[in-house]
């Protein structure tokens, strides 16, 4: 069981940054692949990267890798998402996601979800 809050969306200038946070509880974090997920508006639930149990692998979307970088910290119960050089494309409600299925982009590869946090950024 696991619960998940994302925070650190916001407005942001194009070529800026912003990180955003997902806090989870519930006493299996560790043993959860966690994943990032971004829906723009009138588009569909789109995979942005993915971080193993352990950490050591990461996966990302073509789109946005060599930009954003996903990490998390299992004693804090905390999966990041760094975002640099953010482009107007990158403007979408993002999602945490937690689940078994590290090697998935897809969303039903992931079990629990956030309510998301929302990321607009300007021309």
């Known amino acids: 069981q696991v619960q998940l809050v994302e925070s650190g969306g916001g407005l942001v200038q194009a070529g800026g940054s912003l990180r955003l946070s997902c806090a989870a509880s519930g006493r299996t974090f560790s043993s959860y692949a966690l994943a990032w997920f971004r829906q723009g508006s009138g588009k569909e639930r789109e995979f942005a990267a993915a971080?193993?149990?352990?950490?050591?692998?990461?996966r990302y979307a073509d789109s946005v890798k060599g930009r954003f970088t996903i990490s998390r910290d299992n004693a804090k119960n905390t999966v990041y998402l760094q975002m640099n050089s953010l482009k107007p494309d990158d403007a979408a409600v993002y999602y945490c996601a937690a689940g078994r299925s590290f090697y998935s982009v897809r969303p039903s590869g992931y079990d629990y979800w956030g309510q998301g946090t929302q990321v607009t950024v300007s021309s």
């Open positions: 971080i193993s149990w352990s950490g050591d692998n990461t």
